[in-house]
T-cell receptor, first 113, second 113 residues
Framework: DSGVTQTPKHLITATGQRVTLRCSPRSGDLSVYWYQQSLDQGLQFLIQ???????AKGNILERFSAQQFPDLHSELNLSSLELGDSALYFCASSADRNGEKLFFGSGTQLSVL | GNSVTQMEGPVTLSEEAFLTINCTYT??????LFWYVQYPGEGLQLLLK?????DKGSNKGFEATYRKETTSFHLEKGSVQVSDSAVYFCALPFGQAGTALIFGKGTTLSVSS
């Protein structure tokens, strides 16, 4: 058990809809990262937050947004969903800003039908 | 920006066989390099890392040496076990600031008894 909790584990929704994925980092970890894993693209870095502030942005679409709350949990919001957004979304946390040792959650499997 | 390329899988081996998974990178400077492993149904976890040229990272019988001349960080294990069956990811920092990690596409290893 990595100590990172992601909910829900599975999500099935329709095109055009909006969903929110939630992540609770390990106790004391200030950095949260979101990744998208798909068969064709592999593991893509989306965005990083450190202590409530956005620190780095990767291949995150404009339809996607994230935030980190004062209690350090994070949410990833995906809107106007398309079939191609179906993927496994991972959250990871680390104690520092540089993210060299990441602890991953078990992921949220999103299916857009 | 930084990038990483690793060999395509799947790699299928018999127990006690020798394993090599190739990884090459492109980076500004000399960033730390990592191997992460993903067991079925789980998130990624750190396997080993090397922080400078000629460093050898090792863990659980796996080794990888940071070679700046060939920009490589190949993963090796002398005698694989069935329990090593997993997906292996090579990784390095996203950018020069060292925030977050970017991952290769992953190599699936399947070990049979």
């Amino acid at each position: 058990d990595s100590g990172v909790t992601q909910t829900p584990k599975h999500l099935i929704t329709a095109t055009g809809q909006r969903v929110t994925l939630r992540c609770s980092p390990r106790s004391g970890d200030l950095s949260v990262y979101w990744y998208q894993q798909s068969l064709d693209q592999g593991l893509q870095f989306l965005i990083q937050y450190y202590n409530g502030e956005e620190r780095a942005k990767g291949n995150i679409l404009e339809r996607f947004s994230a935030q980190q709350f004062p209690d350090l949990h994070s949410e990833l919001n995906l809107s106007s969903l398309e079939l191609g957004d179906s993927a496994l979304y991972f959250c990871a946390s680390s104690a520092d800003r540089n993210g060299e040792k990441l602890f991953f959650g078990s992921g949220t499997q999103l299916s857009v039908l | 920006g930084n990038s990483v390329t690793q060999m395509e899988g799947p790699v299928t081996l018999s127990e006690e066989a020798f394993l090599t998974i190739n990884c090459t990178y492109t980076a500004t400077g000399y960033p730390s390099l990592f191997w992460y492993v993903q067991y079925p149904g789980e998130g990624l976890q750190l396997l080993l890392k090397a922080t400078k040229a000629d460093d050898k990272g090792s863990n659980k019988g796996f080794e990888a040496t940071y070679r700046k001349e060939t920009t490589s960080f190949h993963l090796e294990k002398g005698s694989v076990q069935v329990s090593d069956s997993a997906v292996y990811f090579c990784a390095l920092p996203f950018g020069q600031a060292g925030t977050a990690l970017i991952f290769g596409k992953g190599t699936t290893l399947s070990v049979s008894s």
